[in-house]
């Protein structure tokens, strides 16, 4: 049984905007046979506000639940400070590189 | 669609008979004034009307008034061989949507009609929902204002800051989902809670609540950060959606023993500083925000940092880094931390005067500042004035078993309190009395030395010894204790007197600035919690004084 990793790139501001979005798609990330690791790719983002923090928590815990481990790569800048601030490396792996 | 045709000739009612019903409308037709004025008084409901101009009693611009005074909702156009543009002005005014020509095209007609019938219709949808939104508005102001009406008043008492503490705070909009909560412990600690809960808003402003009565009774009782940071947590993850959190830092600060603890969970960083142009120290949000982690995952982890009169402290939500600009562009930390360590004094009015001048911000703003307060700076509480403010004069003696058994030291100053004594004091003098008291009966009556407590097993020993010897005794041993406290002048007078051959006090002297033997510490702590202390007699008499 393979196991893979599917990335999902962000847009470039996530906020409260994105919020039906990204709430709309949890449950189709997360159901995808074989998944062992959900990226989210960071390298449009250039800012998030504390709703994207909230949904990114969410889908930390929902992923959890289903042994689905969480990462996140290529966050710079402003996006990346906000991340560390909240200490989102508690419930995501962080990588400063791009998706491999 | 019902239209009205105002129309007197023949030929031109057939020629409208034969197009309106390929185009399948309900049509009625009226041949003059009169008939039209009498339809006016019916109630029947026309989308449109067509009117001729040329009629055998009048000119049909007449009625235009009368006809969009009755049948307000229908389109009304005219039809008409004048072509003067004053005549169709005048008549646009008085409230025609539109006219055509003689000799009419039909189709060209009909798109008007239409189009007058489209827009009309709008017009009533609009001005509907515009009625409905004014209504709910105003229903949803007054529910707004007992929403608010009842959180300031869970609030109010907890949000009073000490003389020490200033702070300024801008929510979005009415409810605001920052916070900033203050309460000293009765051990004379200050707690303060800054909170960002997520978003802004009624949503936000009521994710606080939980909060609210969870800091209130612990640090009553002046329980550690950590243990209210665990309960913080735990009571807001349950109480809130798996996407919400509070975002926020818990400070205990102890004018007591000078230390300042702090737990920051997703806030930017505190700065203390000692002095202008001293580095900064950054206490970094080491955490994630309180509501998240699980009881097992959260980290209580709490940074100490020591502090000396004089030195400050700053504050703030990420509203301050969001929305407000300091010479044209965004106000980022660094800038922050670069302003406070020129000029910390002035910080504080210069960011609140930038959250004065914001509008619309689009999050909320908190931003305090503190200077971190030592005993002395501490303002005594406000004395109603007597004339003779009074004495409390407290004489204990102690004999024989009575010696072994005693709270004294607690009691005596929860008696004191209900006197009015000063915060500094009672925590000092818990301390003095517990020590005082030690020293005289295990040294004093019970004549242990403190050198048993050397070695290996000394400590156990020297307890073992104590438990002996206080079976032992009898109405030849004794303690008095005297103690005076002066409402007035806030001053405590106390002395103790112990049956024991007392010590040879004279080597004390030096032995004040050394806390480096475990036993002598005892000593050294009331020296340097007191005014003054005297040693009498033989040794087994000693004299306190702590000055208001």
Same mark, same amino acid.
């Given at each position: 049984?393979?196991?893979?990793?599917?990335?999902?790139?962000?847009?470039?501001?996530?906020?409260?905007?994105?919020?039906?979005?990204?709430?709309?798609?949890?449950?189709?990330?997360?159901?995808?046979?074989?998944?062992?690791?959900?990226?989210?790719?960071?390298?449009?983002?250039?800012?998030?506000?504390?709703?994207?923090?909230?949904?990114?928590?969410?889908?930390?815990?929902?992923a959890a639940e289903r042994n689905i481990r969480v990462s996140i790569c290529a966050a710079t800048g402003v996006a990346y400070d906000i991340l560390m601030m909240a200490n989102m490396q508690q419930l995501y792996s962080i990588n400063k590189e791009s998706a491999a | 669609?019902?239209?009205?045709? /105002? @129309?007197?000739?023949? !030929?031109? &009612? #057939?020629?409208? $008979?034969?197009?309106?019903?390929?185009?399948?409308?309900?049509?009625?037709?009226?041949?003059?004034?009169?008939?039209?004025?009498?339809?006016?008084?019916?109630?029947?409901?026309?989308?449109?009307?067509?009117?001729?101009?040329?009629?055998?009693?009048?000119?049909?611009?007449?009625?235009?008034?009368?006809?969009?005074?009755?049948?307000?909702?229908?389109?009304?156009?005219?039809?008409?061989?004048?072509?003067?543009?004053?005549?169709?002005?005048?008549?646009?005014?008085?409230?025609?949507?539109?006219?055509?020509?003689?000799?009419?095209?039909?189709?060209?007609?009909?798109?008007?009609?239409?189009?007058? /019938? @489209?827009?009309?219709? !709008?017009? &009533? #949808?609009?001005? $509907?929902?515009?009625?409905?939104?004014?209504?709910?508005?105003?229903?949803?102001?007054?529910?707004?204002?007992?929403?608010?009406?009842?959180?300031?008043?869970?609030?109010?008492?907890?949000?009073q800051m000490p003389g020490f503490v200033r702070a300024a705070s801008k929510p979005s909009c009415r409810f605001n989902g920052d916070i900033l909560l203050h309460q000293q412990a009765p051990n004379g600690c200050f707690y303060l809670l800054l909170a960002d809960a997520m978003g802004h808003g009624l949503a936000a402003a009521i994710s606080l609540m939980p909060v609210l009565e969870v800091f209130q009774t612990m640090t009553k009782k002046g329980l550690p950060v950590a243990n209210i940071v665990f309960e913080l947590n735990q009571k807001l993850r349950r109480q809130l959606p798996a996407d919400r959190f509070v975002a926020a830092v818990l400070l205990r600060i102890d004018p007591l023993q000078q230390l300042l603890e702090v737990w920051n969970g997703g806030l930017p960083p505190l700065m203390v500083i000692q002095a202008a142009g001293s580095p900064l120290t950054l206490l970094k949000s080491r955490h994630m925000a309180l509501g998240v982690l699980a009881d097992h995952q959260i980290s209580l982890q709490t940074e100490q940092i020591?502090?000396?009169?004089?030195?400050?402290?700053?504050?703030?939500?990420?509203?301050?880094?969001?929305?407000?600009?300091?010479?044209?562009?965004?106000?980022?930390?660094?800038?922050?931390?670069?302003?406070?360590?020129?000029?910390?004094?002035?910080?504080?009015?210069?960011?609140?005067?930038?959250?004065?001048?914001?509008?619309?911000?689009?999050?909320?703003?908190?931003?305090?500042?503190?200077?971190?307060?030592?005993?002395?700076?501490?303002?005594?509480?406000?004395?109603?004035?007597?004339?003779?403010?009074?004495?409390?004069?407290?004489?204990?003696?102690?004999?024989?078993?009575?010696?072994?058994?005693?709270?004294?030291?607690?009691?005596?100053?929860?008696?004191?309190?209900?006197?009015?004594?000063?915060?500094?004091?009672?925590?000092?003098?818990?301390?003095?009395?517990?020590?005082?008291?030690?020293?005289?009966?295990?040294?004093?009556?019970?004549?242990?030395?403190?050198?048993?407590?050397?070695?290996?097993?000394?400590?156990?020993?020297?307890?073992?010894?104590k438990e002996q010897r206080l079976l032992n005794l009898d109405a030849n041993d004794y303690i008095d204790i005297k103690l005076a406290f002066d409402l007035g002048a806030n001053k405590v007078n106390l002395s103790f007197c112990d049956s024991g051959s007392g010590f040879d006090y004279s080597k004390l002297s030096d032995g004040f600035k050394d806390d480096s033997q475990i036993h002598g510490r005892g000593i050294n702590i009331v020296g340097s919690l007191s005014s003054e202390m005297v040693f009498m007699g033989k040794g087994n008499e000693v004299c306190v004084v702590m000055n208001g």
């Open positions: 049984m393979s196991s893979s990793i599917i990335t999902v790139k962000l847009p470039g501001r996530f906020d409260f905007s994105q919020h039906q979005y990204f709430s709309g798609n949890i449950d189709s990330w997360l159901s995808v046979d074989n998944m062992s690791q959900l990226e989210f790719d960071f390298s449009l983002v250039q800012y998030l506000d504390s709703s994207a923090l909230g949904m990114l928590i969410m889908l930390a815990k929902r | 669609m019902n239209i009205l045709v /105002v @129309e007197d000739e023949l !030929l031109f &009612k #057939m020629i409208y $008979r034969e197009f309106f019903h390929s185009k399948q409308v309900n049509y009625q037709f009226a041949s003059s004034l009169q008939e039209v004025r009498v339809l006016l008084q019916q109630t029947i409901c026309f989308d449109a009307v067509i009117l001729d101009n040329q009629l055998t009693d009048g000119e049909g611009v007449t009625l235009v008034p009368e006809i969009k005074r009755m049948f307000g909702d229908a389109a009304l156009l005219m039809v008409s061989a004048n072509t003067k543009p004053e005549f169709f002005l005048q008549a646009y005014e008085a409230g025609l949507d539109d006219y055509a020509l003689k000799p009419i095209n039909l189709e060209l007609l009909w798109v008007k009609l239409c189009r007058a /019938v @489209e827009l009309k219709r !709008l017009q &009533k #949808m609009a001005a $509907r929902q515009q009625a409905e939104l004014q209504s709910w508005i105003a229903g949803e102001q007054q529910e707004q204002a007992l929403a608010m009406h009842v959180l300031s008043s869970l609030t109010q008492s907890l949000q020591c502090w000396q009169a004089g030195w400050q402290m700053i504050g703030f939500t990420d509203g301050v880094t969001d929305v407000l600009q300091y010479n044209g562009t965004a106000l980022d930390i660094s800038t922050i931390a670069q302003l406070f360590q020129q000029q910390p004094a002035d910080i504080f009015e210069q960011i609140a005067s930038l959250i004065d001048i914001v509008q619309n911000n689009s999050d909320d703003i908190t931003f305090f500042d503190c200077d971190l307060p030592c005993i002395n700076t501490i303002k005594a509480m406000p004395q109603c004035h007597h004339d003779y403010p009074g004495k409390v004069v407290i004489n204990v003696h102690l004999e024989g078993s009575a010696l072994g058994k005693s709270e004294l030291p607690l009691k005596l100053v929860n008696l004191l309190n209900e006197y009015g004594i000063s915060k500094r004091h009672c925590d000092a003098l818990f301390s003095i009395l517990t020590e005082l008291y030690l020293n005289a009966l295990e040294h004093g009556v019970l004549k242990l030395d403190s050198v048993v407590k050397q070695g290996d097993d000394g400590f156990s020993r020297y307890y073992a010894l």
